[in-house]
């Protein structure tokens, strides 16, 4: 007895509030709408109000237990409208026969009182319903009724189960096939009545003015309804583009095992199926710990998925091309997060066809929420996602690093080539390297022997599984002996543009090691990538490929030209820098390493400052001098 003590004392004090809410209600409503209707307003008044009492007295309730609540009134609310159903067609029965028995006069002339037949939905729809009702009444059942559908629908639909484009069109077209027939029956009704009340008004010689503001505010819910009926159509078409026809605007993916099998590369849009197919792969391959990506985004519901696949493998992400949109995203759930030299990462704010400027907002919160998810500094998520769907922020390296977006930038080769194969061909290798660097592209054609070489070095690094820093370094030094040589017998306007690069280059580095900075223009040294700015190595490596690209037989430098312009350079430097420059490197003691670095950056800033033909007639002469 006590198992069964609880539940029934809960059942017996719902159907206490029940009792009495329903007739609160009932007392009020039914003495101005008496009938049916009448009493469904009066039960629904009594579920709403027993659903704010529960609110007020338990704040802290959440839905799911308000839900619990709301449906253990459910059974006794919808017992007693039954019953006062019921009990109100008893009593018009009776009242009918009574009347045939008093019996009914026969009509002589004037107008009949129009006859008043069907259920509240057949009456509304023909106007038959005074006005009052059917403005506020059936305003307030279309709204309780349209809540009540929509949520039983996505709680049916299942929404939070994941992103699945076909479900979500059918219950997007279930529910505005719902909400347009109500808004019409509704509008209709409301019209009709006001258009006879009008009429009674007319005959009294009363005012017709609240019959012409409802038929104008049904005006404007027909306004307000094309406008969402738009929208809606708009994003229902976009759902079934994605459910139907595989999303036609965003590229086919590949998924695709990298050579050494610990590297995963992404490439592609993101579109409804990824997460599964990625989610198969990692089940399949334990041993990846990398996900390379390069993408120009897609759909935000798959990129969180995604996202939360790298959060759970505890995979580092890497990029070495373009990670745009929600790409981003999935970038930002890595455990270590690299990019590339001339790697890109780009963010805009959220958009999908259809959806209000409210709606994009909301949208755009929920996509900064999932950045802060993954500890995306808050200040950079607000300065991304203020930008236009239809433009794109490309913040460079240090503003990467400052917000803790990447965990550094690569310069040694620490990572596979992005979309190689397993068991890489020299064709493949070819195709990748080509299309992942300008420079080799240009090389390609430059020198064929000299880019086979570097395809040769990936294709036996990757089938021996060496460290690929090691084949990166060889390949590098391939590159720069190809670039050297041809340096020379590129165009003018390249030249010129190198000089101003070398002094950009000098500066930076006088600021940052006068030591290096001295080695490098003394000795020429290697430079350190990582003191470089983002927009400085892009300027490298533009040029390197239009070196190889322009180089072609050049005449030889005039020499008595180049060595009056040197002299004419040289005048305009200090007599310090001047000196420092003219000694020997060995001779140049360490205190005056950043004077050498000045001067350096002076001579080819002066340089740069001539036009194109004479900056190149200097650049070749001083390389040519060694």
Known sequence: MEILAEPLENALGSLLLVIVLTVVWSTIIRASLPGVFGILLACIMSLMTASVIYVVAMPDLGIEQLAYYFGRMLPPQLAAFLLMVWQHRRQANREMDSNDLIGAGPSFGGDTPREKRGNFIIRHWRGDLPLGVSYWGINLFVWVVAVVFATGITNFANLDAGFRPKILFYTNVALWTGIVLMAVWQIVGLWRSAQRHAEQQRRLNKTRFWARAAQFMAIVAVLQNATAVTNASTQIVELYRIAFLDDPDLPPYEVTLLAGGNELSL????????????????????????????????????????????????????????????????????????????????????????????????????????????????????????????????????????????????????????????????????????????????????????????????????????????????????????????????????????????????????????????????????????????????????????????????????????????????????????????????????????????????????????????????????????
């Open 267 to 626: 490439q592609g849009g993101i579109k409804y199926g990824l997460a599964e197919r990625l989610s198969n792969v990692l089940a399949s391959a334990p041993e990846v710990t990398v996900l390379h990506l390069t993408s120009t985004g897609g759909r935000l519901a798959e990129a969180n998925q995604l996202a939360q696949l790298v959060r759970d493998r505890g995979l580092t992400t890497y990029v070495s091309g373009d990670c745009l949109s929600a790409c981003t995203l999935i970038f930002a759930a890595g455990k270590e997060r690299w990019l590339a030299l001339g790697a890109r990462l780009g963010y805009h704010g959220a958009y999908f066809p259809g959806l209000s400027q409210e709606e994009l907002n909301n949208s755009n919160a929920e996509w900064a929420a999932l950045y802060k998810r993954y500890g995306v500094n808050e200040d950079f998520v607000a300065r991304a996602l203020r930008v236009p769907h239809n433009e794109m922020w490309y913040p460079d390296t240090e503003e990467l690093l400052r917000a803790g977006i990447i965990t550094g930038v690569d310069t040694i080769g620490r990572f596979a080539i992005s979309g190689n194969e397993a068991a890489p061909t020299l064709a493949s290798i070819e195709r990748q390297l080509r299309e992942s660097s300008p420079q080799l592209d240009a090389l390609h054609t430059a020198n064929p022997e000299a880019a086979r070489r570097i395809y040769e070095i990936f294709r036996v690094g990757m089938l021996q599984q060496q460290p690929h820093e090691e084949f990166w370094r060889q390949s590098e030094e391939i590159l720069v002996d190809a670039i050297r040589d041809n340096l020379l017998s590129a165009d003018d306007e390249v030249l010129a543009n190198y000089a101003a690069l070398m002094a950009d280059q000098y500066a930076v580095l006088l600021q940052a090691d006068p030591e290096l900075c001295f080695r490098n223009s003394a000795y020429g040294d290697g430079l350190k990538p990582h003191l470089m700015p983002d927009e400085l190595i892009r300027t490298e490596l533009h040029l390197n490929e239009q070196i190889l690209r322009t180089a072609k037989p050049r005449p030889p430098v005039d020499e008595t030209e180049a060595e009056q312009l040197l002299e004419d350079v040289l005048r305009k430097l200090s007599v310090g820098e001047l000196e420092t420059l003219m000694s020997e490197p060995g001779d140049v003691p360490s205190a005056d390493y950043g004077i050498y670095c000045a001067a350096s950056e002076s001579l080819y800033r002066q340089m740069s400052q001539l036009d194109a033909r004479r900056a190149a007639l200097l650049m070749r002469y001083l390389n040519s001098q060694g």
